[in-house]
């Protein structure tokens, strides 16, 4: 339903600038009214007229699985906000610099009442160009913020010189391939390039192809497609960062898949490294199945539909992806290949 | 869904319309008249002869409320704490000074009166003003049938508060979030409904833990019929309705299931003499539900929303319903 309120998430270690991008969010003059959920209300300046303190409790549910974890407080803020329904256009949520996005996107698809009114739109996460490359190293916390963002924002991007920026990138793209990457000064970015993005809806996922591989590199886009491991980056000459713990897992198949072979096996993955999968996106053609079917997960909850059919000169592949810790390539990879009808 | 055929018995004739302008999410009444509490800044009086009024309440949204035969008491965004009496005049009974939202609130025997900000639970009963902590916020609030006793559910149970003695709260341990709270008219069992879709409970003589799942959501609405017996509960495609007849409760047993519908039953509201429930669905239908054969009485067509407020007046013959659209109505049951 259309109808429903969008909510941004915005993360960042501490210091990246979040309070910079929020404030910038909600001075300049687009005509729209925000509904700000912050963390230790009042310490910040924020010039709005609905500011909510959040106390970010994180609950675990009683559903066998430990990774399923939700935010209490925002679904009694969230219901509470409801009842001003008319007064604001979206939600937007600050997190604590060690908040792990992860309960906050899941209270949006376990929570019934929540998920009925709102919408998760996208996990924003702000990175300092100059400190991240130590957080990646010391702060488990900044690696699940980058590796969970639909947008990243590198800021701070004029405090360092080029080459520093461009390693940055890099080791960014070597976590999460898929976001898209501004460098910024004092989050200096096109609102819409952080707002409105639809990032969750299954209905805007229409290609999955790594970011860096959409914009001026037409010339991979033909040959890219055949199962490999990880995204790597086809600078030619430049260094590929590939972070030892954090990565992601892109695999692809032109033989149509067994549903009934492909659910059970996702299903059971999911459930069995949930902890270590933060999202998922996959796009799936099925044998003897004239639609494209997509999917998206956090963690273990996974969401699903048929998208659309597939078109005549469409190439009719199926690719999913994987973004997680440790993930078992090889593993991961013989499973999907059991799933070919 | 109901008897087959054109027969179905129906209320619809017999209902009074009003369109309060604005989501309802409580309503009460005091009297004959009804109190449609609005999600925002007032409250909507109806009473049986003469036009509907409003009362301004709050500076914000309306997060909680809860009623007596004397007042409706309801809390805000703004920080306030509101009791509006029978002739509709509205006094504020607690101001907090940092303007934090009051989310939680409950009534009590003899006019207490309980709140929570986040995780600190107040209560008031003559004058004097207690609190304590919580583990978390308070999910919900309860006052026992009988003494100045408390029931703050929580992050992992409830605790219980006797907010004039100086020991810490009882508490009752069950892994999980637990939201609204009830104690059964008795005293002897407390029900918790959960994040999860189920309901939990424990038997206070001896703690014994409940489980009462099998639920599609989680459950919003709870409800004693008279006496008791049933505790009646939302949250599914029929009325779920569990016995708490024996000593044991519902240990053991199963619920009785009636009126099973296309939409899930979102708020129930128990006759105050005879074992009828009240239920609002999600579509906005209303039906009257008998207990003893299952019969079923049509009080209000679906419309366009839930139904979020649904209450009986104190002879069981009016029932007021508020939908999440603002229409809303009184229905003259005889």
């Known amino acids: 339903m259309s109808d429903k309120i969008p909510v941004t998430v915005l993360t960042g270690y501490l210091g990246a600038g979040k309070t910079t991008l929020l404030n910038r969010i909600l001075s300049e003059p687009h005509g729209k009214k925000y509904a700000v959920i912050v963390n230790e209300f009042g310490e910040i300046g924020i010039d709005n007229d609905l500011v909510v303190g959040a106390d970010e409790e994180v609950f675990e549910m009683n559903n066998g699985c430990i990774c399923c974890t939700v935010r209490g407080d925002l679904i009694r803020i969230i219901d509470g906000l409801m009842r001003r329904k008319g007064k604001f256009d979206a939600i937007i949520i600050e997190t604590t610099g060690l908040a792990d996005p992860a309960p906050v996107a899941q209270t949006f698809f376990v929570d019934d009442a929540v998920g009925k009114k709102t919408k998760l739109d996208a996990v924003v996460t702000v990175a300092d160009a100059k400190w991240l490359k130590e957080r990646l190293k010391d702060a488990p916390e900044a690696k699940n913020q980058i590796a969970f963002a639909d947008v990243i924002l590198v800021n701070k991007a004029d405090l360092v010189e080029p080459e520093e920026l461009g390693e940055v990138e890099r080791r960014i793209r070597g976590i999460n391939p898929y976001a898209k990457v501004h460098k910024t000064e004092r989050c200096r970015v096109p609102l819409l390039e952080v707002l409105g993005r639809n990032a969750f809806d299954l209905d805007r996922i229409l290609t999955i192809e790594p970011e860096f591989l959409n914009g001026g590199h037409d010339d991979h886009h033909d040959h890219h497609g055949h199962e490999h491991a990880h995204a790597h980056d086809h600078d030619h000459g430049l260094k590929h960062y590939h972070d030892e713990e954090m990565q992601s897992l892109s695999l692809s198949s032109e033989a149509p898949l067994d549903p009934d072979k492909f659910f059970p096996w996702v299903q059971g993955l999911v459930a069995e490294d949930g902890p270590n999968i933060l999202r998922t996106k996959g796009i799936l053609s099925f044998k003897d199945d004239p639609q494209r079917f997509v999917f998206q997960g956090v963690h273990m909850i996974l969401d699903g539909d048929h998208q659309r059919p597939w078109g005549a000169d469409e190439k009719r592949e199926s690719r999913i992806v994987f973004i997680g810790r440790n993930l078992d390539a090889d593993k991961i990879r013989k499973g999907f290949e059991s799933c070919h009808a | ?334």
């Not at chain 2, 069950?174 to 005293?187: E, I, N, R, Y």
């Not at chain 2, 979102?266 to 609002?280: D, K, N, Q």
């Not at chain 2, 839930?306 to 007021?320: E, H, Q, S």
């Open chain 2, 1 to 334: 869904m109901t008897e087959a055929g054109d027969k179905v018995a129906s209320l619809v004739e017999r209902t009074r319309a009003l369109d309060t302008g604005g989501a309802v999410v409580a309503v009460h009444f005091l009297g004959a008249t009804a109190f449609f509490v609005l999600g925002e800044e007032a409250l909507l009086l109806a009473p049986p002869d003469g036009e509907p009024r409003r009362v301004a309440a709050h500076d914000g949204g309306i997060l909680a409320a809860a009623a007596d035969r004397q007042r409706v008491v309801t809390a805000g965004d703004d920080g306030k704490v509101v009791a509006t009496d029978a002739g509709g005049e509205a006094t504020t009974l607690v101001t907090d000074g940092k303007r934090r939202w009051i989310d939680r609130l409950a009534i009590g025997p003899d006019g207490a009166i309980a709140w929570s900000i986040g995780k600190t639970v107040f209560a008031k009963a003559a004058r004097e003003e207690k609190s304590t902590e919580l583990p978390s916020s308070a999910g919900g609030l309860a006052f026992a049938p009988r003494g100045f006793r408390l029931a703050a559910a929580h992050y992992h149970g409830v605790s219980l508060w006797f907010p004039n003695a100086k020991a810490n709260p009882e508490r009752l341990e069950w892994k999980g979030s637990h939201l609204d709270v009830t104690f059964s008219p008795d005293g002897k069992f407390l029900l918790t409904a959960m994040q999860e879709p189920t309901l939990h409970g424990w038997r206070l003589a001896d703690g014994k833990d409940m489980r009462m799942s099998g639920y599609a959501v989680k459950v919003r609405s709870m409800g004693w019929t008279v006496g008791g017996k049933w505790l009646a509960t939302g949250g599914s495609e029929q009325l779920i309705l569990w016995p708490f007849q024996g000593k044991d409760g519902p240990m053991g047993k199963t619920p009785k299931i009636l009126a099973p519908y296309e939409h899930r039953a979102a708020i129930v509201a128990c006759h105050p003499r005879e074992e009828i429930v009240a239920v609002g669905y999600e579509d906005g239908l209303v039906l009257l539900v008998r207990i003893e054969d299952g019969a079923e009485i049509l009080a209000r067509k679906p419309g366009t929303a839930p139904v979020t407020a649904l209450a009986w007046d104190a002879r069981g013959g009016k029932i007021a319903f508020g939908a999440e659209d603002g229409q809303a109505g009184i229905i003259d049951v005889g």
